[in-house]
């Protein structure tokens, strides 16, 4: 269980988490209070813009504490292997899109490094632990060939993978190395009758170009709400980067339409509410406004919330699963809306 903050220690991990707020309220904490806010930083997946933000503070603002100076030690020792790993996982993933190009199959690499690259200004704030590629369903059997020529090891049942379109690779020579191999970023079955994210959906809302802010903000809204279930805050952090990187009346409207297409207007109607309400993002939540509630809707938004965020593994971590498995019932069995092709 992480150490419990108050709610303006809440507040400062908010301002933590957030790339573009400014850093300066950080150098007039007590010891104790970073050392919280720096393990909920690290669950969360927003450490390394914390220690960042902390860098950019100065060493003689901060509390001269034994124990802090130590943590930020070894966190600081951790961000540099995390950083290293991602740039590892970048070549390996470089290596592999190069040898499917060379087989002709058509691919894309979604997420942690076109977030990192397309969305932060500073790429190190955003480390990835994985690979993850995308490529057409009937693409699969021969992506799959590729992967294990590239020297990886399949490492979940086949039989299951099939079922989740979701194929996890491990390097035969270093098992900290991971691809995930998509047909479809939707992996739950039960949700994919009403919404699908796939290589053709990706696209068609790409119109002709590539990694559009409103294709990255539509994976970023699967992501959050269709794969992990809002499990920590990097992943709405994700979600405000996608917001920022709209910059036009007609990137939201591709977005919108986006949404439609694929199904995901619960989804986005959620994932912006919350995102919105968390970091004062009014441009959030006027989008998230913009999808006509149903009764699926709404009671998405009151389940949650972002004391439901927050609070994954404090003392009201139980309310917090409760909440997020109820909202994961609701994806499952709300209607598809109508959508004319």
């Keep these: 269980m992480l150490p419990p903050l108050s709610p303006a220690e809440e507040k400062l991990l908010l301002e933590f988490a957030d790339p573009e707020a400014p850093s300066e309220r950080g ?16 669950f969360h997946g927003v450490l390394p813009i914390m220690l960042r933000k902390l860098r950019e503070i100065g060493e003689a603002d901060l509390p001269n504490d034994a124990a802090l100076r ?6 600081r020792d951790q961000a540099t292997l995390a950083t290293g790993q991602s740039m590892l996982l970048q070549y390996h993933g470089d290596r592999i899109m190069k040898a499917l190009a060379a087989k002709g199959v058509a691919a894309r690499i979604v997420k942690g490094p076109v977030f990192a690259g397309k969305l932060y200004r500073h790429a190190a704030d955003r480390p990835f632990t994985d690979i993850d590629i995308l490529v057409d369903p009937a693409s699969i059997g021969e992506a ?29 020579e270093n098992s900290s190395l991971l691809i995930e191999l998509h047909g479809n970023l939707v992996h739950d079955t039960g949700m994919r009758r009403r919404l699908s994210l796939g290589f053709r ?33 990097q992943l709405c952090i994700d979600v405000l980067q996608g917001v920022r990187a709209l910059q036009s009346p007609e990137a939201e409207a591709r977005l919108l339409e986006a949404a439609r297409m694929t199904g995901i207007e ?33 009671l998405a938004k009151w389940l949650i919330t972002g004391n439901v965020l927050l609070r994954v593994n404090s003392r009201d971590k139980m309310r917090s699963r409760l909440s997020r498995d109820a909202f994961r019932w609701v994806q499952r069995l709300a209607r598809p809306r109508p959508y004319p092709a």
């Design 27 to 42: 150098g007039a904490l007590s010891a104790s209070s970073l050392i919280a806010l720096l393990a909920n930083a690290e």
């Design 70 to 75: 130590q943590q930020l030690s070894g966190l």
């Design 144 to 172: 799959n060939n590729v992967i294990a020529e590239c020297g990886f090891k399949l490492a979940s049942g086949e039989a299951e993978s099939h079922e989740l379109q979701e194929f996890k690779w491990l390097e035969k």
């Design 201 to 233: 959906e990706l696209q068609i809302i790409d119109g002709g170009g590539a990694d559009t802010p409103a294709s990255l903000l539509t994976i970023a809204i699967v992501h959050a709400a269709g794969g992990h279930k809002f499990h920590r805050l």
């Design 266 to 298: 619960l989804e986005l109607a959620t994932v912006l509410n919350v995102t919105g309400r968390l970091f004062d993002e009014p441009r959030a939540i006027a989008l998230a406004n913009r999808i006509k509630p149903d009764l699926s809707i709404r």
